[in-house]
């Protein structure tokens, strides 16, 4: 990105999957990208000609035209962006064959039956067995896939085997009506989250997908290099991967990440619990005043801390219902 002939800005795209050719890459990415920016160039340069270049500089404005420059300082300039999107290129090709690498290792190292493109990882929380949950992070080629992450409430009982139980029921019966699977299933824990875990895909005819469980020593999640135990199927004793291992790395990072969601989840679940029990708890709050409550000051805590002059501003909230809500919260 020039201005005043000085070099201000590069950004870069990438595209996966492109069957159009290189003038329709071209004419797509300029209607779909310009009409957007605010500070319009007035030159626009390609490395090709394009048949429709009219059309475009009229749709995206009046005052851009669009150049094959074949010499000059406007050739060294389109010579320079195409240096920075070969750099790029292969940034990009470095990373993708390191990860690629490291999930066939590790395919190797777990005995997978097939590459584990797709891993999700499962993990639930509960305190006391109150609010249990669960969550479910999913890795695509090594790199965590935020729009695939899921969540869920524990219907039945509270405890760990019961609470995998049933969200691995509920998620692959819906996976199994799609015909969507993961290569890879990873649980936390050990033999035991194991055995539940292949009991599920045995109840659901289930047969093409790996399943391992990861334990950390005395279920900690704590940061830094740790005993890690791989639970593989079959396998009496579980695997001790190198603590410098990158495999071991990225399965930390994967189980830490579903430990994270679900302990995140359970505790923004935990939080609406308790406001609802505290404030409906108090006679004459009824949803339309408790909703005006928590929009007006945020959270129980500050409606407590909160003067009666900053309640009294409060929509719908009367003398007789502060001093309910000082005898009651």
Do not use: W
Request: aromatic fraction near 6%; proline fraction near 4%; charge should be positive.
């Amino acid at each position: 990105i020039f201005r005043d002939y000085m070099l201000i800005a590069s950004e870069h795209f990438s595209f996966h999957q492109i069957l159009s050719s290189d003038a329709e890459v071209f004419e797509t990415f300029i209607l779909q990208h310009y009409p957007s920016i605010k500070d319009l160039p007035k030159e626009i340069f390609l490395p090709l000609t394009l048949s429709q270049k009219k059309v475009l500089e009229e749709t995206v404005s009046q005052n851009i035209h669009i150049f094959s420059p074949q010499k000059g300082d406007k050739k060294k300039l389109l010579e320079m962006a195409y240096q920075n999107a070969l750099a790029l290129f292969k940034r990009e090709e470095d990373t993708r064959s390191l990860d690629e690498k490291m999930l066939l290792d590790l395919q190797e190292t777990l005995k997978l039956s097939q590459f584990p493109k797709r891993i999700e990882c499962f993990d639930t929380s509960n305190i006391a067995g109150t609010d249990p949950v669960a969550a479910m992070v999913s890795f695509i080629n090594g790199k965590r896939d935020k729009d695939q992450q899921r969540y869920f409430k524990i219907r039945g009982k509270a405890d760990d085997y019961s609470a995998l139980t049933e969200v691995l029921s509920r998620h692959f019966t819906r996976a199994k009506e799609k015909n969507q699977f993961p290569d890879l299933v990873i649980v936390d824990g050990g033999k035991g989250q194991l055995g539940m875990a292949l009991k599920v895909f045995d109840a659901l005819e289930i047969a093409n997908v790996d399943v391992i469980g990861v334990a950390k020593d005395s279920s900690l999640h704590t940061k830094g290099l740790t005993q890690e135990k791989i639970f593989l199927p079959h396998e009496k004793e579980p695997l001790i991967i190198n603590p410098h291992s990158p495999l071991l790395f990225l399965l930390q990072k994967i189980r830490d990440d579903a430990h994270r969601a679900a302990i995140g989840f359970h505790r923004k679940k935990r939080a609406k619990s308790t406001i609802k029990t505290s404030l409906d708890s108090v006679p004459g709050i009824g949803p339309k005043k408790k909703k005006a409550l928590l929009k007006t000051l945020g959270s129980v805590k500050r409606i407590k801390d909160s003067s009666d002059e900053d309640l009294l501003n409060v929509p719908g909230i009367t003398k007789k219902d502060i001093e309910n809500l000082r005898s009651h919260l």
